[in-house]
């Protein structure tokens, strides 16, 4: 579970440009479901998906990831939660890499290397051995039915093998939660139907997938669990879709 | 004044460390007094990661502050040439007033700034600032003696004048030359060479007692300091006569120069290493069971419990050495 307390961002405070990005949002994320940040462009969805997943801190407010112990390899024992923005920034590469997955907007896959080497990119700094994660790679690659472009080049696949390859990306380091920002924004309903169906499928091996959106496909979709409303960098709703 | 560059270096280190030192202090009275964890206000965190600054700030400074230790004593003794009387750094030392107590003060911060660079470390591992607080009220101690240092260095160096004729090392640690370095010197060889080995073999027990065993932790660190205490004065009694091969010669400073070897360095950089490892020992000893660094600590003393053995052992080994091999001999 995320617990959100009180998060704002503000960008430069105290200049006359002062903007604020997340206006105090109090939010509970349950696991295990599919939550989805609805709101138009510059509602502030993104900068809240940025700090959950520990690329950004909060200008103030707290964030606590509860029962993911197992994947913060230096938490003490015994504790159930974590409150991760106070932590330093060598402890945040730590959780980033270990629970979350992040799927962005524009896929910013590497270009000149192989889809297997994309794949396996987030795993090289943990340390584990390059076979293992090697094996893992693949074995993503073919559950998402591209196995057949492991070889090739990311730049000559099309927008929905693209989206498909930063999917597995994601999930190379076997993270709890996933993070998806826009992730439809360069598809066709087609392919945002199929990413909606894959989104499903890790929900089902009990995924948390949190995913920032203004595409129809996605906050209208059967299988969300939760749909939180945004506007101004406020929570204007959350409600339950079950 | 002098200007000469190692004695403006020193000068600019000085200035440097104790204004940001200052700096380092004026937040950490703003940290202990508003320090509040289960606040996730914008205060608090915006101290939050003000500590992540301040921190590399002094992990910086303070090792300049270890490192300018050595540089003022080969400054001082370098610039023995330029005083009429003075031979070696114990005459540089002496033409005013602000000299030795520089060199105190500078062996006082050289320990505090060691202890609180391993109280740092030790408080960056742990992901919760655990020792935030005990690391500041620490800072807080040390930012006005650097700043004391820093007053008593630009004092002595804005002091001396090259025409001042000075006393030479023979007069001032001599057993007839009164105060407090001549009463070291005049200590007894024999006890002192007892307390010597008697304090190195019981850091060593200790110290091999605490690495098995993970206990007596606050043993190990009293003997590894009160050793430090009794080495330094068995240097002036009894372990520099063998260097210099003769039984009235105690200076300290001597030891610095290219006709010993440099030995000298050697023997205060061990010395000095082993204590402040031996006193970080002692300083973790309250916290092994603070959460966050339940794992942390004991691995951190036990390292350090390494350092101060080995640098000790190295430090014993030449002085027994040098004992044996002198052409001098002690009744």
Same mark, same amino acid.
């Given at each position: 579970? /995320? ?30 479901? /599919? ?7 510059? @509602? ?69 290397? @192989? ?61 709890? /939660? /996933? ?12 392919? @945002? ?27 209208? @979709? ?21 | ?10 000068? !600019? ?82 033409? +005013?007033?602000?000299?030795?107590? *520089?060199?105190? #003060?500078?062996?006082? +911060? ?9 109280? +740092? ?24 003696? !650097?700043? !004391? ?96 091969? #003769? ?29 402040? *490892? ?49 052409? !001098?001999?002690?009744?």
């Amino acid at each position: 579970m /995320i617990e959100l307390s009180g998060i704002t961002k503000t960008f430069n405070s105290g200049l006359s440009n002062q903007f604020t990005a997340v206006a105090d949002v109090t939010l509970t994320v349950n696991p295990r479901q /599919i939550t989805v940040f609805k709101g138009p462009s510059g @509602s502030g969805k993104t900068s809240l998906l940025t700090m959950i997943g520990c690329m950004a801190r909060p200008t103030s407010g707290r964030i606590f990831l509860h029962d993911i112990a197992a994947a913060v390899p230096f938490q003490q024992e015994g504790a159930d939660s974590l409150e991760i923005t106070s932590l330093p920034e060598r402890f945040l590469n730590e959780i980033r890499r270990s629970t979350f997955g992040f799927v962005f907007q524009q896929f910013n896959l590497i270009k000149g290397i @192989s889809v297997l080497e994309n794949v396996m990119l987030p795993a090289y700094p943990t340390g584990e051995g390059r076979t293992d994660f090697r094996g893992r790679a693949e074995g993503l690659l073919e559950q998402f039915n591209i196995a057949r472009h492991a070889g090739q080049r990311v730049e000559l696949l099309s927008g929905g093998e693209l989206q498909r390859v930063a999917i597995a990306r994601a999930l190379i380091n076997n993270p709890a /939660i /996933i993070i998806a920002d826009e992730p439809t924004a360069h598809l066709d309903s087609k392919l @945002s139907q199929e990413f909606m169906e894959i989104v499903g499928r890790l929900k089902g091996e009990g995924k948390s997938v949190l995913i920032a959106s203004h595409d129809p496909i996605v906050y209208d @979709s059967p299988l969300i669990d939760t749909l939180v409303e945004m506007r101004d960098g406020a929570v204007i709703a959350s409600r339950s879709c079950r | 004044m002098i200007l000469q560059p190692a004695a403006l270096a020193l000068v !600019l280190i000085a200035l440097l460390v104790s204004g940001l030192g200052i700096y380092a202090g004026y937040y950490g009275v703003r940290i202990l007094k508003r320090w509040d964890p289960a606040s996730g206000s914008e205060g608090q965190l915006e101290l939050e990661r003000r500590t992540y600054l301040i921190s590399t700030i002094m992990n910086y400074v303070l090792g300049f502050e270890l490192m300018s230790l050595f540089l003022f004593i080969y400054t001082a003794d370098d610039l023995h040439t330029l005083f009429t009387g003075a031979m070696c750094a114990a005459g540089t030392l002496a033409v +005013n007033s602000f000299g030795y107590p *520089a060199l105190l #003060l500078k062996i006082v +911060n050289f320990l505090l700034a060691g202890v609180w660079l391993i109280v +740092n470390h030790v408080d960056n591992r742990g992901y919760d600032y655990p020792l935030i607080k005990v690391k500041y009220e620490l800072l807080n101690v040390v930012a006005p003696l !650097l700043l !004391l240092e820093a007053v008593l260095l630009v004092a002595y160096f804005a002091g001396i004048k090259p025409d001042i004729i000075t006393s030479c090392c023979g007069s001032l640690f001599s057993h007839e030359g009164g105060g407090f370095s001549g009463d070291l010197a005049a200590l007894p060889h024999r006890p002192m060479q007892i307390a010597f080995f008697s304090g190195m073999a019981l850091t060593a027990v200790s110290g091999v007692w605490f690495y098995l065993k993970g206990r007596g932790g606050y043993f190990f660190s009293s003997f590894a300091f009160a050793t430090f205490l009794i080495a330094i004065a068995s240097v002036l009694s009894f372990i520099c006569l063998y260097f210099y091969e #003769l039984p009235t010669h105690h200076c300290p400073f001597c030891l610095l120069q290219a006709g010993y070897g440099y030995v000298g360095y050697v023997l205060y950089a061990t010395l000095s290493g082993g204590a402040v *490892a031996g006193l970080g020992v002692g300083v973790l000893m309250p916290f092994r069971q603070v959460g966050s660094l339940v794992r942390i600590i004991p691995v951190t003393q036990r390292r350090l419990a390494s350092v101060t053995l080995v640098c000790y052992l190295l430090f014993t080994v030449i002085v027994v050495w040098k004992m044996i091999f002198s052409a !001098l001999r002690l009744g």
